[in-house]
């Protein structure tokens, strides 16, 4: 029996990690620790909670005697660790925040599973990272990708929160010889997204007939990946990266952000039964985000040759899936926006 932690497991992405690992490998006994911030929803992962390989715990993790507590009485065997600040925005307006849960919070996690680990010479045991491909900065050829050779360049505070916590996972790899392995992904999507990003927030906005705030002109460019696909990336690389290494993973599947909100737009209208175009006049042009950066792209080839994964769902059939979940879900949309959500939309987008 194995015993693995995977933090954030109520989030977005933790939550397909969680069930795929519940569902697939019955006997693993899967932890799912969780502080349960705004972004945490435990909704999101009714069906698989009485499973009897599967507990949470809440707490956080920038509570390194708590951290210590927990390792100490589970002495898990493995550790996925996705629990973040997640949201560029925020990050923005409540820096401190990402210092402490991505950089303090990730280190607690090492040390712990250092002080655990190292008597066993740590035989059997694998801590892996999860993080993002902001890390690696803006490109601005169309010919360039990110590799895992790129140097770091992180511009906003999260992606210098997510940087200096990979730089915190290799160097505890290179130091105390933890077993440590990193992958950094492109934007995902997908059910359960939390409506402050973007495909869920214009879902959303339709939905309510709100404008469709779009940052400056809407030309930065992302790389996008269903959720599902990187929680079977992050299956694969758990049981066959090879330790020390960093795998990148994303969809070869580049999008401007005005053509993605177009296409959104049109799948909203034929989903709803609305004359194509309605949906396109809620388009609101707003006041660009700080240091907004330009374009990102994945190369996954490493992992795609070395490991044999590969997304395996086209974008179009992915978005049209994501679709029919927000609107078969109306009501887990309507749980997460109400309260201290509006407020905090009402806060973020002014007019240009
Ligand atoms: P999310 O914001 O949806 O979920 C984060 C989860 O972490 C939440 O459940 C939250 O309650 C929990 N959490 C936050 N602070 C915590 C703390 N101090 N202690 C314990 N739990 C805490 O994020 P997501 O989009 O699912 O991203 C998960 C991971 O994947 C993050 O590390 C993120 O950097 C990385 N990532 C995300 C994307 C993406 O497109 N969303 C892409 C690449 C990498």
Redesign the pocket.
Same mark, same amino acid.
């Given at each position: 029996m194995k015993k693995l932690l995977i933090?954030?497991?109520?989030?977005?992405?933790?939550s397909h990690v969680v069930r795929l690992f519940v569902t697939k490998y019955p006997d693993y006994q899967i932890f799912n620790?969780?502080?349960?911030?705004?972004?945490?929803?435990l909704e999101n992962l009714r069906d698989i909670e009485n499973q009897p390989n599967y507990t949470f715990v809440k707490?956080?993790?920038?509570d390194a005697s708590f951290i210590d507590a927990l390792f100490a009485e589970h002495q898990f065997d493995g550790v996925i660790?996705?629990?973040?600040? =997640?949201?560029v925005d925020r990050s923005i307006s409540e820096p401190m925040a990402f210092v402490?849960?991505?950089v303090v919070?990730t280190c607690n996690l090492l040390n712990a599973a250092k002080n655990t680990w190292k008597a066993s010479g740590y035989e059997g045991k694998r801590f892996y990272h999860? =993080?993002?491909?902001e890390v690696y900065g803006e490109l601005h050829n169309p010919e360039d990708f990110f590799t895992e050779t790129t140097p770091y360049d992180p511009r906003s505070p999260y992606s210098a929160s997510?940087a200096s916590s990979d730089h915190f996972v290799r160097a505890y790899g290179n130091t105390y010889k933890l077993p440590v392995v990193i992958t950094?992904?492109?934007?995902?999507?997908g059910p359960n997204h939390?409506p402050e990003?973007l495909l869920p927030l214009m879902i959303h906005n339709i939905l309510n007939n709100k404008p469709l705030p779009v940052y400056g002109k809407g030309e930065n460019v992302r790389d996008w990946l269903f959720v599902v696909d990187?929680a079977r990336a992050i299956d694969t690389v758990f049981h066959e990266g090879v330790l020390g290494e960093t795998y990148n993973i994303g969809g070869f599947n580049e999008w401007k952000n005005i053509d993605i909100v177009k296409l959104v737009c049109k799948t909203m209208d034929s989903k709803l039964g609305r004359p194509e175009g309605t949906s396109e006049q809620l388009i609101t042009y707003v006041t660009d985000r700080a240091g907004h950066d330009l374009r990102y792209a994945i190369d996954a080839t490493k992992i795609m040759n070395e490991l044999g994964w590969k997304p395996s769902l086209q974008f179009e059939e992915g978005l049209e899936k994501t679709v029919d979940w927000f609107l078969n879900n109306q009501e887990w949309l309507d749980n997460v926006t109400s309260g201290n959500y509006q407020k905090y939309y009402d806060s973020m987008y002014t007019n240009r």
């Open positions: 933090t954030g497991g109520a989030g977005f992405i933790g620790l969780d502080k349960l911030t705004y972004a945490g929803n707490g956080d993790i920038v660790h996705l629990a973040a600040e =997640s949201h402490m849960t991505n919070g999860v =993080s993002t491909d997510k950094n992904c492109s934007n995902n999507y939390f990003k990187h």
